[in-house]
């Protein structure tokens, strides 16, 4: 009996669910945690105050499973290939967990595709399969994915110093060689020295 068959349909007719380009043969559940963080300032009298607020990384976590009986693996499907084209291991489930860990060792964002939404810049952030008597000849994992933020610098030039109002204030910074420290005590009579050169 293939793992599909001991869950029911579990909806994977209605919609393919993937992990990044792992196709999930069941999923038992997926609990989806979406989070705001507003933020709190104490005033001198009365209740904190509130004045910004920012979305957490989404997560999710995946209770899903494969069998060595799924459709594909009886029609000698596999998975997609890992180290330098090979099959990870013999077993289809197996090779299944050997390309969950690459993914997850990668470090690379992908998609996820779950019965509810679809997630971008994703990662792994933990996998847990158990493995006894009764899955011996399946994979039962538990994935926490969560999303990474990505931002993206851009560099820019300013106008030239002679157009600007204020270049002291505005202008790109210039490198003017180095420069001699001043004593930090008035010589006699509370007059500073005047040294010889500037950096010489």
């Given at each position: 009996m293939?793992?599909?068959?001991?869950?029911g349909?579990?909806?994977?007719?209605?919609?393919?669910?993937?992990?990044?380009?792992i196709?999930i043969?069941?999923?038992?559940?997926?609990?989806y945690?979406?989070?705001?963080?507003?933020?709190?300032?104490p005033?001198?009298?009365?209740?904190?105050?509130?004045?910004?607020?920012?979305?957490?990384?989404n997560?999710?976590?995946?209770?899903?499973?494969w069998s060595?009986?799924?459709?594909t693996?009886i029609l000698g499907?596999t998975?997609?290939?890992v180290?330098?084209?090979?099959?990870?291991?013999?077993?289809?489930?197996?090779a299944v967990?050997?390309q969950l860990?690459?993914?997850?060792?990668s470090?690379?964002?992908?998609?996820?595709?779950?019965c509810?939404?679809?997630?971008?810049?994703?990662l792994i952030?933990?996998?847990m399969?158990?493995?006894?008597?009764k899955?011996?000849?399946?994979?039962?994992?538990?994935?926490?994915?969560?999303?990474?933020?990505?931002?993206?610098?851009?560099?820019t030039?300013?106008?030239?110093?002679?157009v600007?109002?204020d270049?002291?204030?505005?202008?790109?910074?210039?490198?003017?060689?180095?420069?001699?420290?001043l004593?930090g005590t008035?010589?006699p009579?509370?007059?500073?020295?005047?040294?010889?050169?500037?950096?010489?």
């Amino acid at each position: 009996m293939s793992i599909i068959d001991s869950l029911g349909l579990d909806m994977i007719l209605l919609s393919s669910k993937k992990i990044g380009d792992i196709t999930i043969s069941a999923t038992l559940e997926e609990v989806y945690h979406d989070e705001l963080t507003i933020t709190e300032h104490p005033v001198e009298n009365g209740a904190n105050i509130n004045d910004h607020a920012f979305k957490r990384p989404n997560e999710v976590i995946i209770k899903c499973g494969w069998s060595n009986s799924d459709y594909t693996a009886i029609l000698g499907g596999t998975p997609a290939k890992v180290n330098n084209g090979m099959p990870a291991t013999s077993t289809y489930v197996d090779a299944v967990y050997s390309q969950l860990l690459a993914l997850q060792e990668s470090r690379k964002p992908f998609d996820l595709v779950t019965c509810r939404r679809q997630y971008s810049n994703m990662l792994i952030q933990s996998l847990m399969v158990i493995n006894d008597d009764k899955t011996s000849g399946a994979l039962m994992v538990t994935a926490t994915l969560r999303e990474v933020i990505i931002v993206k610098t851009k560099a820019t030039t300013l106008p030239p110093r002679d157009v600007q109002e204020d270049p002291a204030a505005t202008a790109e910074t210039e490198n003017k060689g180095a420069k001699a420290p001043l004593p930090g005590t008035p010589a006699p009579g509370g007059a500073l020295p005047v040294p010889s050169s500037i950096g010489g």
